[in-house]
């Protein structure tokens, strides 16, 4: 059993917790109107649920312990980023002409060691993992390359780990903030990830196997990519041939996103090709 076989809910979900708390820096200028539209109809849709399921007693004190629990395991970060973030980042990019987005989940880390391109994101000596080199150029929505462009790129091992939410791995183990050259161009050295499992040992896994859902996500890569004068855009790429890719537990698999790497031959691995267009600037 590695270390990383180890990591446990707990760890994950106080984890993304921290991170969570460290980094958004949450604003209190929402107005009173808008609080009590928002909170008033999710409170409406938990009593219209109860009304019309005739939820009993029992499952009304099960609820209870359930959502204690999951502040307990430090599992907010994970629920809200599986079963609503999507929501939020449709509604967020509704008007976007550019690439795709989809959600950021709970494990990104800013500021990851900076390289320019071609780079090789930091990795183990014996990183396990097929080699995978992603490349592809940043363009605006006419076409025209981006010079500036950065790629930030963040992403599961082998094991579907990730470095700094799981025990045992270097810091920035597949975290990595590229610069690409001046035609927006750029080149990543990494391995495949694997599928991962949202864990089975908290109270989201508790919610997972009472429902009789499964838990996993197809493998993904992470990224934010931008460029001077444009819109940021947060984003994920799939792997064609991954079974979760039509079944992902955090519905944020989108057809353009889904890639198919090329075999490099020699025992290279794998490579593909992939443009991100980022919308200017409102
Ligand atoms: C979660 C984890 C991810 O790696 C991700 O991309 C989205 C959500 C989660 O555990 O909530
Ligand atoms: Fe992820």
Not at 61 to 82: C, M, Q, T
Request: net charge negative.
């Amino acid at each position: 059993m590695t270390t990383e076989s180890q990591a446990t809910a707990a760890a994950s979900g106080a984890g993304a917790t921290a991170r969570f708390r460290e980094d958004k820096h949450v604003s209190a200028a929402t107005s009173q109107e808008r609080v009590s539209a928002l909170a008033g109809r999710i409170i409406k849709a938990i009593n219209d649920t109860v009304i019309d399921e005739k939820v009993t007693y029992d499952e009304y004190n099960a609820l209870k312990s359930w959502l204690i629990r999951v502040g307990e395991d430090g599992e907010w970060p994970l629920f809200l980023d599986v079963w609503v973030e999507h929501s939020v980042e449709e509604v967020a990019n509704a008007n976007r002409h550019g690439s795709k987005g989809t959600i950021e989940g709970p494990y990104y880390i800013p500021n990851a060691p900076s390289q320019n391109t071609p780079a090789t994101l930091p990795m183990r000596d014996d990183e396990p993992g097929t080699p995978l080199l992603f490349q592809g150029q940043v363009k605006n929505v006419a076409g025209e390359p981006l010079p500036g462009a950065l790629i930030e790129l963040w992403h599961a091992d082998d094991l579907g780990f990730y470095s700094q939410f799981a025990p045992g791995l270097p810091e920035w183990n597949l975290r990595g903030s590229v610069n690409a050259d001046d035609e927006g161009k750029f080149q990543v050295n990494t391995i495949q990830p694997a599928p991962y499992q949202i864990p089975t040992d908290g109270a989201c896994g508790a919610l997972i196997a009472a429902s009789g859902w499964h838990a996993w996500r197809p493998a993904h890569l992470h990224l934010k990519v931008s460029a001077p004068g444009h819109q940021l855009i947060t984003t994920q790429l799939y792997f064609q041939g991954d079974e979760h890719v039509a079944d992902d537990i955090a519905s944020a698999v989108k057809p353009e996103l889904v890639l198919a790497p090329t075999d490099r031959g020699a025992g290279n691995g794998r490579e593909v090709t992939y443009d991100f267009i980022l919308d200017p600037e409102d």
